[in-house]
Every structure is written in structure tokens, then in C-alpha cells.
């Protein structure tokens, strides 16, 4: 499986973006990298997903580097309800299933006023 | 459009008894996965279910099991509850469509807000 590491925490400003990185060195070509978050004593929620080239939609943008060891999401204008564990997954495709997830630790990003 | 469903909310159990979950996924997503969370390891996966067939499983011991209906509902069921087993139980739903060993087909996972556990 491929590993993700993520800094445990991380503090961001109202109002400011927020970058949070990931790494996976040891991704696999047709692996793609999912980020989720958990918002506190709720399920994880979905918010982008992307392969080799950056992605952008109504949440989030993902930046993904060249050689996909790692990747950035980046909240553009962080809020206080954006506070969350944060969770880089990269997809582990095991017998066709798509839905072994594989979470780490995450990052849990606070937002501040 | 409805989201995940998962009953109940909150459950209190001993030691040595069974309990099952629920979980309704979105109305037309035909695969439910089940993953248990703890403060020690994290968000582990338990298994999966496709058209009413187990498709996946994680490193669970065998007192963890789960079926599915053939209108996608699933259940989950632990017997002999052991204090280890005190977690919240995600559920997630998804459409399920899957190209087998090649490729990906991008799916995203939708999650209830799970079941809280205790085991006394």
C-alpha cells in the first residue's frame, strides 16, 4: 500500500488559505491521491481527488507535483467551520474493489478568528 | 437527495454480547463499506459489500461480520462484544462501479455519521 505523511497540526487564519501537504513518495502510477476530511464526531467527508494534473472544484484546489510524491490542498479562504482532521489517502485497488481506504493520522487544521 | 443513514446513533453494550448496526446508503448506490474508528488506530477498514457479496475485508477477527439486502441496505454484526471493540462504526456508500484490476474509476465514498459503541 502506499503511505501517506501528513503533519500531525496545523494553524490557519480566518479569511486566509490554507496549504496542506502530503506526501507519497511511494505512489503507484495509476494511484490517485483523495483527500477527506472529518469534521468532529461526524463521518469523513469528501472533497477532491485528483491523478497527475491540479484539480480544482467548489471546496478545494489539489496541486499535485510533477513526479506525484506529493501534493498540496489547498482551502483558499479558510473558515472556522473548515476546522478538521484532514486526510490524504492515496487508493489502494485491491481484487477491483475501489473502497479499501486506507486513513493515516491526518492533519488537524484549525482554523482561528 | 437523502444521505447516509446509520442506527442508531449511540449504543451501550457488555461484554460478551452481539450487536448489529444498520446503515441505508444513498438511494441508487449499490456498495457499502464499514470502517471502525478508535482514538489509538485511526479509521481502519472493515469490509465491503457489492450486490449483496462481500468484496473486501480488512484484518478484523472473525466476530466481525456484515451482509447486505437486495435493496443495499447492510448490516454489521459483532458477537462476543470485547471492551477493544468500544469505537464509533462509519459507514460509507458509493455507486459502485469498479473496472476490476485495471484502471480506477474515481469513485468518492459518502459517509453516515456512524454509530458510537461503548462496551462496559
Known amino acids: 500500500d502506499a503511505k501517506t505523511t501528513q503533519p500531525p497540526s496545523m494553524d490557519c487564519a480566518e479569511g486566509r488559505a490554507a496549504n496542506l501537504p502530503c506526501n507519497h513518495s511511494?505512489?503507484?502510477?495509476?494511484?490517485?491521491v483523495y483527500w477527506y476530511r472529518q469534521i468532529h464526531s461526524q463521518g469523513p467527508q469528501y472533497i477532491i481527488h485528483?491523478?497527475?494534473n491540479n484539480e480544482t472544484n467548489e471546496m478545494a484546489s489539489l496541486i499535485i507535483t510533477e513526479d506525484r510524491k506529493s501534493s498540496t490542498l489547498i482551502l483558499p479562504h479558510a473558515t472556522l467551520r473548515d476546522t478538521a482532521v484532514y486526510y490524504c489517502?492515496?487508493?489502494?485497488?485491491?481484487?477491483?474493489?475501489?473502497?479499501?481506504?486506507?486513513f493515516g493520522k491526518g492533519t488537524l487544521l484549525t482554523v482561528n478568528p | 437527495k437523502a444521505g447516509v443513514t446509520q442506527t442508531p446513533r449511540y449504543l451501550i453494550k457488555t461484554r460478551g454480547q452481539q450487536v448489529t448496526l444498520s446503515c441505508s446508503p444513498i438511494?441508487?448506490?449499490?456498495?457499502v463499506s464499514w470502517y471502525q474508528q478508535t482514538p489509538g488506530q485511526g479509521l481502519q477498514f472493515l469490509f465491503e459489500?457489492?450486490?449483496?457479496?462481500?468484496?473486501n475485508k480488512g484484518n478484523f477477527p472473525g466476530r466481525f461480520s456484515g451482509r447486505q439486502f437486495s435493496n443495499s441496505r447492510s448490516e454489521m454484526n459483532v458477537s462476543t462484544l470485547e471492551l477493544g471493540d468500544s469505537a464509533l462504526y462509519l459507514c460509507?456508500?458509493?455507486?459502485?462501479?469498479?473496472?476490476?484490476?485495471?484502471?480506477?474509476?474515481?469513485?468518492?465514498?459518502?459517509f453516515g455519521s456512524g454509530t458510537q459503541l461503548s462496551v462496559l
Open positions: 511511494t505512489i503507484s502510477g495509476n494511484e490517485y
Open positions: 459489500y457489492f450486490s449483496e457479496t462481500q468484496r
Open positions: 460509507a456508500s458509493g455507486q459502485g462501479s469498479w473496472t476490476g484490476a485495471k484502471g480506477a474509476t474515481n469513485e468518492k465514498l459518502f
Open positions: 489517502i492515496v487508493r489502494v485497488e485491491s481484487g477491483g474493489s475501489n473502497y479499501k481506504l486506507t
Open positions: 438511494s441508487g448506490h449499490r456498495s
Open positions: 485528483g491523478l497527475k
